[in-house]
């Protein structure tokens, strides 16, 4: 039902300054028509002769009329009138409205007013309607909002403002709402203003006395007696209530400012909980939870929540209503409540997840953790419904088992060690115990549950290295012995050689001797390497211009079938490598890949540096946080199938058929990086291909430490008998060989008499000490083994430096020189020459050795 408003009689149109209608006629129109007929109708009856003067006279009568009215149209004299100016619908819509309406022309001249322009502006008639800058001028609440209007309505555009009006004495100040916009879109409309003017005061009221009830009820809700919190489905608390921020010891300000979320409010693993709900769309849910909350300065506060959670149709949540309850003077005051807090607290802090299901394995209860836990595995909640879904698909049936014995009441139930349902690996172990008799309708058991992946992973970390280290223990051992027999072979077939001339029958089959005995000393060399224990010359490398010169070497190994991709890392940084052993490492890679694509395919080797944080973040086991310089190398071969991955770096295991491999490659490359305090992860999917990815410590110039000229350890003159070969290898000299394999002993002796030099042999270093007394130390040099009974090399070493500190020796050993350096003391000079090895070789590191310096 509505009042009708009350007639206005000031709301009668107004008209300031308006010019006067122009209205035609119709009958003028007929009468001027008529006359012009009849005065052609006299002109046809009085003659054509006679008439004619007549006839030019009206002719230019009417082209003098028709001339003066386009010059007065031309003009603006003459104007064709409009109709719709005139239609009275329109015009008392104008006329009649309740905002005043006022058009000003371009001199800023009012040209039409209505009433209720009149009466806003306080006009006392038709002749003193004013602009509205002229009716508020003067007025410094209003100047500032007028002025945008002019300058809205000189520059042609829309404006709109609202302003206050002070009252006068014993009458209330008033709101107006003022508008401005060009008449029309023409060029001569554009140029004229329509000004509006609403009084706004009763709005503004209502508006005013809806904000002061919501002051209120903020007030009100701010100053409860319990907290008061909302948070976002991201997370954000986007209201806390001042009761809840003042138990938190928190600046409602700042918290009003952003950047406060969940987790800081809530202790341990409780705003997991608060995220649990499983969703359900179009519905409102509220849970209760006992939770600690955690205050700014890090203190605990229990409470209870009701956490009141809507959801839309897409099962998308909303913005919480959650409800806080101080528990902490229930600590205080109530013993009962005191210890169902205490309990809580323990339920929801445990490190264990826990959990009461139903004899289907849908969860009842949980704690904080499993919450956790289960958001962890699964993004669509069905972690949150069953705890089944927490367990991999071919794992369950072990968890259900021990479930439904726990239905039937039986205990002792052995833990459950199963996969979880992660992306990534991950491992879990599952306590199952019944609950009592009467409750088992609901809840059949309790179920606990510790994941172990971080144990498992160490455990599978710690067996792998320790079969590493047997395993190499082994070959080095094994590398060592056979060196020793490889030694006496190789020296015994020197002596053949020498023996026999490239005519004689048996010349070849001596010379295949040699070869086979070179390739045992190469598998040797790779036994060694995968114990890492061979002697390494390292050196600072740019690890870019290694591979670059390795390409063409590479391109020969894998073929024309296999496209070759070698793409570089900007600024690399320096490593400190063998650069012959890295080009092996890289050299076996390539054969491998070329070897996984017999149908041709592509090899991509990528190097690149590692910074720690970005190192820590790959999360590889048994590689610390540092800066590295990584190797990739990626192929498009057959991959490696997932039951022999952990087995390829073992020596000896070969996929190949017989005869094509020695099963020494992987195990090679595995040592070299190992020794060179690198590290190597393979990652492989059938059917798509292999990725090696290398890692090896970035060199920092700042602690190359400069060697000493003199070669305190020998490492840089092994080898330069090889390098810089001589045609002249006698010499002359007392040498004391020191060997406790007899044969190998005897051969090396025959070899150097033979080239002139004195040998005194002795099994051990008991003896060697003996012979060096009977000499008077009148020994030129020695040559000793480094494992031997009773007296090793090291030791050896010592006792003869102590009676002749330039005494010269050279060792052989068939295990790296770095196995036994560390036992000497600092700056002992030695020179080292690693078995197996020729009898050329011998005689040339001891001709070179004796060489004066």
Not at 424 to 441: K, L, M, Y
Not at 521 to 541: E, G, H, K, M, N
Request: glycine share 8%; charged share 25%; net charge negative.
């Amino acid at each position: 039902m509505t009042a009708e408003p009350d007639h206005d009689p000031s709301r009668e149109p107004v008209t300031a300054h308006e010019p006067a209608r122009r209205s035609g006629s119709i009958v003028l129109v007929l009468v001027v028509a008529a006359g012009i007929v009849a005065t052609a109708v006299a002109l046809t009856a009085i003659g054509r002769a006679e008439a004619q003067p007549f006839i030019l006279g009206l002719l230019a009568l009417l082209a003098m009329v028709g001339l003066f009215n386009l010059l007065a149209f031309a003009a603006g004299i003459i104007r064709f009138a409009d109709r719709s100016i005139d239609d009275p619908v329109v015009r008392r819509i104008a006329d009649l409205a309740y905002d005043g309406i006022a058009v000003t022309d371009p001199r800023g001249h009012v040209a039409y007013s209505n009433a209720a322009y009149v009466a806003l502006t306080g006009a006392a008639g038709v002749h003193d309607v004013r602009p509205v800058e002229r009716v508020f001028i003067g007025n410094p609440d209003v100047s500032e909002a007028v002025f945008r209007l002019l300058k809205a309505a000189r520059e042609g555009k829309r404006q709109q403002e609202e302003v206050r009006i002070a009252g006068t004495e014993g009458t209330h100040g008033r709101w107006l709402r003022l508008r401005v916009r060009p008449l029309g879109k023409g060029k001569r409309e554009a140029k004229y203003a329509v000004w509006s003017i609403a009084d706004i005061t009763r709005d503004r009221e209502r508006q005013e006395d809806v904000f002061q009830e919501l002051q209120h009820a903020i007030e009100y809700l701010d100053h409860a007696p319990c907290g008061f919190f909302s948070v976002n489905p991201t997370g954000e608390l986007v209201y806390v209530n001042a009761t809840l921020a003042s138990w938190l010891d928190y600046d409602l300000a700042e918290i009003g400012s952003g950047g406060l979320r969940l987790s800081d409010i809530v202790s341990g693993d409780g705003a997991s909980l608060l995220t649990s709900i499983v969703p359900a769309p179009g519905e409102v849910k509220t849970e209760v939870f006992d939770i600690d909350l955690r205050m700014r300065t890090g203190k605990t506060m229990p409470a209870r929540l009701y956490h009141k959670l809507a959801f839309g149709a897409d099962g998308e949540p909303g913005a919480s209503r959650t409800l806080v309850i101080s528990r902490a003077r229930d600590e205080r005051s109530d013993p009962q409540r005191a210890a169902e807090v205490r309990f809580m607290r323990f339920f929801d802090h445990t490190p264990m997840a826990i959990a009461t299901v139903d004899r289907a394995g849908a969860v009842v209860r949980a704690n904080a953790r499993f919450a956790k836990l289960a958001q962890s595995l699964s993004a669509d909640s069905s972690a949150h419904k069953s705890i089944l879904n927490t367990v991999n698909a071919r794992d369950r049936h072990m968890l259900l088992a021990a479930i439904n014995r726990a239905a039937e009441g039986q205990g002792d139930i052995l833990p459950v060690e199963v996969m979880l349902d992660s992306v990534r690996e991950r491992c879990g172990q599952f306590f199952v115990t019944a609950v009592e008799e009467d409750e088992r309708e609901a809840e059949t058991a309790i179920v606990y549950m510790l994941e172990t992946t971080e144990r498992r992973a160490l455990e599978n970390q710690i067996n792998q290295s320790q079969k590493m280290d047997t395993v190499g223990q082994l070959a080095g051992g094994i590398a060592h012995d056979f060196n020793n027999v490889l030694s006496a072979i190789m020296m015994a077939n020197d002596f053949l050689l020498n023996a026999h001339k490239p005519t004689d029958p048996s010349f070849q089959d001596i010379m295949q001797i040699k070869q086979n005995a070179t390739r045992a000393a190469t598998l040797v060399r790779q036994l060694l390497a995968f114990s890492r224990r061979q002697t390494l010359r390292p050196q600072v490398l740019d690890l870019g211009d290694a591979l670059s010169d390795l390409r063409i070497l590479l391109q020969r190994l894998i073929g024309e079938k296999v496209r070759l991709d070698l793409v570089h890392g900007r600024d690399l940084w320096p490593v400190k490598a063998d650069l012959s052993q890295i080009e092996q490492v890289i050299v076996n890679l390539a054969v491998n890949a070329r070897d996984a694509m017999p149908g041709g395919g592509k090899l991509a080797i990528r190097t690149g540096n590692v910074l720690a944080e970005e190192s820590a973040q790959l999360a590889y086991k048994g590689m610390p946080a540092a800066d590295y310089v990584r190797i990739d190398l990626s192929d498009t071969g057959t991959g490696i199938p997932i039951d022999i991955r952990d087995k390829i770096f073992e020596p000896f295991f070969t996929t190949k058929e017989v005869g094509k491999g020695t099963g020494l490659g992987l195990s090679t490359v595995y040592g070299i990086v190992k020794q060179t305090g690198g590290f190597i992860y393979v990652e492989s999917e059938e059917g798509k291909g292999t990725t090696f990815h290398i890692f090896l410590p970035r060199h920092h110039p700042g602690q190359e430490v400069e060697p000493d000229i003199a070669g305190a350890n020998g490492a840089a003159r092994e080898g330069t008998a090889e390098m810089r070969p001589r045609t002249d290898l006698t010499g002359q000299g007392t040498i004391l060989l020191v060997e406790d394999e007899e044969g190998l002993r005897s051969l090396n002796a025959r070899g150097l008499r033979s080239r002139g030099y004195s040998v005194i042999e002795a099994s051990n270093g008991v003896e060697a000490m003996e012979a060096l007394e009977k000499k008077n130390g009148a020994i030129d040099l020695v040559v000793s083994d480094v494992v031997m009974p009773e007296m090793d090399g090291p030791t050896l070493l010592k006792t003869m430096r102590g009676r002749n500190p330039d005494l010269k020796i050279i060792f052989v050993s068939g295990y790296a020189e770095e196995a036994f350096d560390k036992s000497l003391p600092e700056n002992q000079q030695f020179d080292f020459l690693p078995k197996p090895f020729t009898l050329s070789q011998l005689v040339a590191k001891v001709k070179e050795t004796m060489a004066p310096s």
